[in-house]
């Protein structure tokens, strides 16, 4: 078992920094890719980013690629987000998950609570 608590969320300006925290506890990182999703109103839960179990490669949606960095912390358990250069489209709730990448595709095992962003003009 893994649980997952994301923190960091806020209201923020277009063009304004922002980053998100994954606390893990239970079985924490290995073996599982990290990862973070957002669902918007009214869409889907989509992919934003993961990080592969060692740590050792990333990739991320291409409405973020370039604004958005993924990283963990094995000390503190803890995987983050850094969002920079935010969107009014990147108001969603982001979810942490815990899970398997492979062949471009991510399975999630575990998912997180959810964080509230918003991006105001």
């Known amino acids: 078992q893994v649980q997952l608590v994301e923190s960091g969320g806020g209201l923020v300006q277009a063009g304004d920094s922002l980053r998100l925290s994954c606390a893990a506890s239970g079985r924490t990182f290995s073996p599982y890719a990290m990862a973070w999703f957002r669902q918007a109103p009214g869409k889907e839960r989509t992919f934003v980013a993961v990080?592969?179990?060692?740590?050792?490669?990333?990739a991320y949606a291409d409405s973020v690629k370039g604004r958005f960095t993924i990283s963990k912390d094995y000390a503190k358990n803890t995987v983050y987000l850094q969002m920079n250069s935010l969107r009014l489209e990147d108001t969603a709730v982001y979810y942490c998950?815990?899970?398997?990448?492979?062949?471009?595709?991510?399975?999630?095992?575990?998912w997180g609570q959810g964080t509230q962003v918003t991006v105001s003009s």
């Open positions: 998950a815990a899970g398997q990448y492979a062949s471009n595709r991510y399975r999630a095992d575990y």
């Open positions: 990080i592969s179990w060692n740590g050792g490669s990333t």
